[in-house]
């Protein structure tokens, strides 16, 4: 768990700078590329998307030296994320890519689903809302067949973004789906996002 205080980010960097010093120094790959990942994702917690990229690259750089295709995979989708909070979607795109012929290879559907869903969002936000629907229901079908009741309820919440979908049904059964999953498994902050996005839909 991350804390949310510049101190205890500062002082949880400074630690994961000696551990891939160390690692690097020992020759500990596995290590290596575990603190990149860390570092990275302390950078994102302040904003810094930029910074943190190279970090995650170098990550997965490791992770496919060690033939470690989920460690890969997820350092790549952390790059994606960043590269899209940047607003570089090409990037994204090209490194969500990436990390999902990975979880393809690997057969692995939970980390699969979830990039579909993020590839899905970044979609919406080229305008390709074909693309973006066949994913968010490539995700949605995942998830039901895994039973994660977290993960169906964020790709539910964002199966019925786009403006189409939007206009002809201003409260989506798919986002009602989303939000009573959401109160099931009691995750307060994805109720109180499907709740705002059914608010704004019935205005």
Known sequence: MWHESNRDLDGAEVCFERSLALAKHVGHSDRVANALVNIG????????YGSSIPYFLEAASAYEALQRWDGMARALNNAGIAYADLGQLDEAAEIYGRALELHERIADVVGGSSLKTNLAQLHMRRGDLDAAEVLIEQSIAAKRSLDDGYGLAIALSHADSSPPNAMTNPQPSWLLEARSIAETVQEQL????INS???TLAH
């Open 41 to 48: 994702r302390i950078k994102v917690h302040r904003d810094e």
């Open 190 to 193: 994805v109720i109180d996002e």
């Open 197 to 199: 996005a059914i608010s």
